[in-house]
C-alpha cells in the first residue's frame, strides 16, 4: 500500500450504533489530519495530529473522537451521530504541521450515511 | 473571518476551450497556495503548489496558476481541456496566520463536454 488509506470506504449506521473510520498513511509523516467534507462546503478541518498528539479540535462535537495511536494510524469513534453528520470524511497528512513547506496527502474518504 | 473563495461554482466547457478558475484569499503574511483536484470516485489529489518564487507555477497535466499578491488571487489556468479533465477543483491556502490549518474553497466542478 502507498499513501494514505481509509478503511471502510462506505458506512451505514443508525444513531445509536458505535463504528470506527480508520486511516493510515505510509508516507513516512508527522502530521495527520481529519477533515469532513459536505457538499457545497469547504472542506472543514475537524481534528490535527503530531507525533500522536493531539494539536487542533475545531469545536467537533463529541459524539466524534479522534485516537491516534502512532504516527501512522489514525482513528476517528463515532457514536451517537446525527443524519446532519452524513458526509465524507477525509484523512490527510503532511511531513510536518504549519508553515514549513507542507502539502498534504489525502486517502479516498469514508463516505459515511448515519439513518 | 480567514476565507477562501472559489467564485465559479460549476463551470462547462467544450474540449480544446480554455480554463481559468477563480481563487482568493484574505489572509495577511506570508501564504502558501495550492490546488487540488478530485476525479470523480478518486481522492483529492495535488495538482500543483506555490511556496516561493516564480509566482507561476506550473503543475501537473498542463496546468499552471499564478500567484497575484496585489490582488490575493491564485488563478488556475489551463489552454485547451479536454473531457479527462472533468473533476472538481479546490484551492487551499495555509499561511504564517493560519496555524495548523489549511483552509480550502468550497470547490469548482468542471465539466467538459467532448
Known amino acids: 500500500e502507498t499513501g494514505v488509506t481509509q478503511t471502510p470506504r462506505h458506512l451505514v449506521m443508525g444513531m445509536t450504533n458505535k463504528k470506527s473510520l480508520k486511516c493510515e498513511q505510509h508516507?513516512?509523516?508527522?502530521?495527520m489530519y481529519w477533515y469532513k467534507q459536505s457538499a457545497k462546503k469547504p472542506l472543514e478541518l475537524m481534528f490535527v495530529?503530531?507525533?500522536?498528539?493531539?494539536?487542533e479540535n475545531n469545536s467537533v462535537p463529541s459524539r466524534f473522537s479522534p485516537e491516534c495511536p502512532n504516527s501512522s494510524h489514525l482513528f476517528l469513534h463515532l457514536h451517537t451521530l446525527q443524519p446532519e453528520d452524513s458526509a465524507l470524511y477525509l484523512c490527510?497528512?503532511?511531513?510536518?504541521?504549519?508553515?514549513?513547506?507542507?502539502?498534504?496527502?489525502f486517502g479516498p474518504g469514508t463516505r459515511l450515511t448515519v439513518l | 473571518a480567514q476565507s477562501v473563495s472559489q467564485h465559479n461554482h460549476h463551470v462547462i466547457l467544450s474540449e480544446a476551450a480554455s480554463l481559468e478558475l477563480g481563487c482568493n484569499y484574505s489572509?495577511?503574511?506570508?501564504?502558501?497556495l495550492f490546488w487540488y483536484v478530485q476525479y470523480p470516485g478518486q481522492h483529492l489529489q495535488l495538482l500543483l503548489k506555490?511556496?516561493?518564487?516564480?509566482?507561476l507555477v506550473k503543475g501537473i497535466k498542463g496546468f499552471e496558476a499564478e500567484f497575484i499578491k496585489s490582488k490575493f488571487s491564485f488563478n488556475l489556468r489551463k489552454p485547451s481541456v479536454q473531457w479527462s479533465d472533468t473533476a472538481e477543483y479546490f484551492c487551499?491556502?495555509?499561511?504564517?496566520?493560519?496555524?495548523?490549518?489549511?483552509?480550502f474553497g468550497t470547490g469548482t466542478s468542471l465539466t467538459v463536454i467532448p
Open positions: 490527510a497528512s503532511s511531513q510536518d504541521l504549519g508553515f514549513s513547506y507542507n502539502e498534504q496527502f
Open positions: 487551499a491556502v495555509n499561511g504564517t496566520n493560519t496555524g495548523n490549518q489549511f483552509y
Open positions: 489572509y495577511g503574511g506570508t501564504v502558501n
Open positions: 495530529y503530531s507525533l500522536e498528539e493531539r494539536v
Open positions: 508516507l513516512g509523516h508527522n502530521a
Open positions: 506555490y511556496f516561493s518564487g516564480d509566482p
